[in-house]
């Protein structure tokens, strides 16, 4: 085996151990110190310093125990370094359970380190209020965004910079704003009461959903999506009666069961009725409905369960012909009364052209041309139609448009394929 080899072995490893155990060591560590800024770089630093090792020494017997003992070390220099943790650390270096040889030894030999490192923790996971603290409605949704990838996925803020092309020092401030804003607000870590749950969970979700959508339209950051998912996962174990968190991991699995038909070799995005079916994951289908099954035995319909629907509407057509556009139509009605955005309008609008023609559906599109204007998929969505109506001087300055504000490359590139380019 290469170095190359070996190294990619070892970085593998790395990151699945990170999405494992970093947000479980990130919310123990917080608890244990009280300080979250300390414990989310301390994780961080862990990690660099896991890569930087494992690829020297080899993949450790315990990577999760080696994870979690390196963090407390970091979190412990951290802690000396800063003026505002030094009487802190004073307290917890009186404490015999913390950083003791025998503390590290249960660490770094325990039997089950890999699948949860810290003997003590019992009850619900610890992640989970971790998650309700960076996505509260006091941060900007930016912020819980970047902080909900770094602090539970346990994404290097070089990779979420380049998930969201900004530059990575702007990252690093969001970030740094983000953690400050924690602290000085006293955001608690914890699951909300049961009549403040739907409106936090809704936060949560809609997270979770924008994370999928910058990792679903970009063949390079696809483990984005897969990171996504997994964090509705995690929602959906810790909150199994929450329908809505059903419907969100339905519809994100409904998606990403298109994922080996979704771009063409040159990295053009296609679209539904281009796209090869045979191709699409049947098994994540069957899963998807599931789940989607599930939710709708706990009767409380909601907006992520609907788009699910619809989402399971497509996948359940042979062919793009074969759609039932009518119930995918009605779908959106009943979407509107739970979420009347202009998106989800532009959605419905493309359902109408199916079901009552290109024209009555631009007609509706015509109250969103203020609202949506620097929208690229509302300009792309009139040239769709504009072309069906035979009017193609109109469509070609809609695509173009529609070019000009596409963020995405595999966007792009269909939209110049549409102009000929």
């Known amino acids: 085996m290469t170095s190359a080899d070996r190294h990619d072995v070892t970085d593998e490893a790395l990151a699945r151990v990170v999405r494992a155990e970093s947000g479980l060591i990130v919310a123990s560590l917080h608890r244990r110190i009280g300080d979250f800024d300390v414990a989310e770089e301390a994780v961080q630093e862990a990690v660099a310093a ?22 407390w070390r970091k979190a412990i220099d951290l802690l000396r370094v800063r003026a505002r943790g030094r009487r802190l650390l004073g307290r917890l270096e009186q404490q015999p359970s913390f950083g003791s040889a025998s503390t590290a030894s249960v660490w770094t ?50 990779q979420i ?25 006293g955001i608690p870590f914890t699951v909300p009461e049961a009549d403040q749950l739907p409106g936090r969970l809704d936060d949560v979700l809609t997270v ?23 964090l509705a996962e995690l929602v959906v174990r810790a909150l199994a009666d929450e329908p809505e968190a059903w419907g969100l991991l339905a519809l994100l699995t409904f998606q990403s069961s298109r994922t080996a038909a979704r771009f063409a070799p040159d990295g053009r995005l296609l679209t539904l009725a281009e796209q090869d079916r045979t191709r699409w994951d049947r098994v994540a289908v069957a899963r ?21 629907a619809i ?16 119930e995918v139509l009605l779908l959106h009605e009943m979407l509107a009364t739970f979420d009347p955005s ?31 204007a620097n929208y690229h998929l509302l300009h792309a969505t009139r040239a769709v139609l504009l072309t069906r109506l035979g009017e193609l001087d109109a469509a070609r300055q809609a695509n173009e448009r529609a070019l000009a504000l596409a963020p995405n490359r595999a966007e792009q590139l269909l939209l ?3 102009l000929g380019d």
């Not at 090792?53 to 963090?71: C, E, H, K, M, N």
């Not at 992640?127 to 006091?138: D, I, S, T, V």
């Not at 959605?347 to 609202?371: C, K, Q």
Request: hydrophobic share 50%; with cysteine.
């Open 109 to 158: 030999e325990s039997a089950g380190a890999e699948s949860g490192w810290l003997e003590d923790r019992v009850g619900p996971d610890e992640r989970l209020p971790m998650l309700f603290a960076c996505c509260h409605p006091a941060l900007a949704v930016e912020a819980r965004l970047a902080l909900t990838l770094r602090a539970v996925v346990g994404l290097p803020t070089a």
């Open 208 to 230: 979770i959903a924008v994370a999928y959508d910058a990792g679903y339209l970009d063949p390079g950051a696809e483990a984005l999506a897969e990171d996504a998912i997994w």
């Open 161 to 185: 910079a380049r998930a969201f092309l900004v530059p990575e020092a702007t990252m690093a401030q969001r970030l740094v704003r983000a953690k400050r804003k924690i602290t000085v607000a």
């Open 342 to 372: 202009p998106v989800l309008r532009l959605n419905r609008a493309i359902a109408l052209a199916e079901v009552a023609g290109p024209a009555a559906a631009l007609t509706d599109l015509e109250g969103l041309t203020e609202r949506l």
């Open 416 to 418: 110049r394929s549409r």
């Open 288 to 308: 998807a409905d599931g789940y989607l099954t599930r939710a709708a035995e706990l009767r409380r319909p909601g907006r992520f369960q609907l788009q699910a």
């Open 50 to 71: 896991a890569l930087r090792s494992w690829r020297v020494d080899g993949v450790p017997p315990s990577p999760g125990g080696w994870l979690a003992t390196a963090a």
């Open 311 to 326: 989402a399971g509407c497509h996948a359940s057509a042979a062919t793009a012909a074969d759609t039932d556009w009518l």
